[in-house]
């Protein structure tokens, strides 16, 4: 009668891992079709991913070419088809940077074409979806002061430049917005008010020439 084998830790180890093996072996032949599934799905959604990504650039560079060509129109004379261009883009391509810039443009645009209508429904539009841009909300709100004050409310227009300089105080058109309510409240009458926005263009620009004029055209304008 043959006496018992011991074996070493290691030939245990060596067992097992060829036994895991086989059990591994055999686990996949059986199931194969649903691995190769699976790796299908994996090629697939990384070709889809890369795809997605090449697209994307594509439309972006097929929208940039449309903005220009919208651009070039509008310098060209040809208005209504840089207008229909804009308004393309921002149906189409709605949350891009190059929308957000259409739409602004689509404002004014029409507040150029004295389309007031149109230009005050972009401008609304503008400040309502993109508030965080605070330059062009407080162009946008300088946009709807224009049209209140070529429409004759010289006290809406006032207030509504002001609210221009506020969306964006430290801006390069602060100034202008100043300059705006204070000929506006003059328009109206109202030098009392007038003189708090000259007030403020002496404290922002003190020492130029831009508060040299400001109250030159209050003075001659104070009592009208």
Request: glycine share 6%; with cysteine.
């Amino acid at each position: 009668m043959y006496g018992k084998v011991k074996l070493t830790k290691r030939q245990i180890k060596e067992d097992k891992f060829t036994a895991f093996m086989l059990n591994a072996k055999h686990q996949f032949m059986q199931n194969w079709q649903f691995y190769i599934i699976g790796l299908i799905i994996v090629i697939l959604l990384i070709t889809a991913v890369i795809y997605y990504i090449d697209n994307k650039r594509e439309q972006e560079i097929e929208i940039s070419e449309n903005f220009v060509s919208a651009i070039s129109d509008y310098r060209n004379g040809e208005k209504q088809m840089a207008i229909l261009g804009l308004t393309q883009i921002v149906e189409e391509n709605s949350g891009s940077i190059i929308a957000e810039q259409a739409m602004f443009l689509l404002g004014k645009f029409n507040l150029e074409s004295r389309n007031y209508e149109e230009a005050k429904r972009y401008f609304e539009m503008f400040l309502n979806k993109y508030p965080e841009s605070s330059q062009y909300c407080a162009a946008s709100k300088a946009g709807l002061a224009t049209i209140l004050e070529n429409q004759g409310q010289y006290i809406e227009a006032a207030e509504a430049f002001g609210d221009a300089y506020d969306l964006d105080p430290n801006g390069p058109m602060n100034g202008d917005y100043q300059y705006a309510a204070m000929r506006n409240y003059l328009l109206a009458g109202d030098s009392e008010n007038a003189l708090v926005h000259l007030d403020k263009i002496r404290e922002l620009f003190s020492g130029t020439d831009f508060v040299n004029r400001a109250t030159r055209y209050y003075i001659e304008n104070q009592n009208n």
